[in-house]
């Protein structure tokens, strides 16, 4: 099946500091990268859905000026999260598709803020 | 707005035992429905997908159904194991532009030895 990798698996950084995710999908053309975030024995929570070239399109609630994503190519999403809190602390999902097919997850991303 | 749920939210069994997850959700109009397993700190692994033409998918010990009309499917574990302890997660694929998916909460299996 298709490989989507993160990086970094894991990430602690204090609070006020940006941080970034990569997403990529390893053996296939993205299209589309979502983004996820799941707090403890919470479901996974939709962030935003990013095509490649297109700007990112948000759920409701989750600020843009915060969580920025860019999709500069088939093959490499990256999420950053922009002076970070506490609160931001999550565990953060990409997952990938090329056209109408499935998702394929990444590992995840687990961000602690200090 | 579509809202999945899924019932129990935990469940603990002998091994060997065979088990049913259900997952239900509130809008029919759906393209296909997926069932995840997630073990602690890690992403998901995809067990099933059934389209919505479809009625069950089965993959060696597991089942899943798909009853449309009434929004439901369920997960089916035959002869449970220790290795079957894990989150696992129903998600509806709704269509659209971009075929987002909605999760439910997930259900903790423990397979006790």
């Known amino acids: 099946g298709a490989v989507v990798s993160q990086h970094p698996s894991w990430v602690i950084c204090k609070s006020g500091t940006s941080v970034k995710i990569e997403c990529r999908s390893l053996?296939?053309?993205?299209?589309?990268m979502f983004w996820y975030r799941q707090f403890p024995k919470q479901s996974l929570m939709l962030m935003a859905t990013s095509n490649e070239g297109s700007k990112a399109t948000y759920e409701q609630g989750v600020e843009k000026d915060k969580f920025l994503i860019n999709h500069a190519s088939l093959t490499l999403s990256t999420l950053t999260v922009t002076s970070a809190h506490p609160e931001d602390s999550s565990f953060y999902i990409c997952?990938?598709?090329?056209?109408?097919?499935?998702?394929?997850f990444g590992p995840g991303t687990r961000l602690l803020v200090l | 707005k579509q809202e999945v749920t899924q019932i129990p939210a935990a469940l603990s069994v002998p091994e060997g035992e065979n088990l049913v997850l259900n997952c239900s959700f509130t809008?029919?109009?759906?393209?296909?429905l997926q069932w995840f397993r997630q073990d602690p700190g890690k992403g998901l692994t995809s067990l099933l997908l059934?389209?919505?033409?479809?009625r069950e998918q089965t993959s060696g010990r597991l089942n899943a159904s798909l009853d449309k009309s009434s929004g439901r499917s369920t997960l089916y574990i035959a002869a449970s194991q220790p290795g079957d302890s894990a989150t696992y997660l129903c998600a509806v694929n709704s269509g659209g532009s971009n075929y987002k998916l909605t999760f439910g909460k997930g259900t903790l299996l423990t397979v006790n030895p």
């Open positions: 053996d296939f053309q993205a299209t589309t």
């Open positions: 997952s990938g598709k090329q056209g109408q097919e499935t998702q394929y």
């Open positions: 809008d029919s109009a759906i393209y296909n």
């Open positions: 059934i389209q919505s033409s479809q």
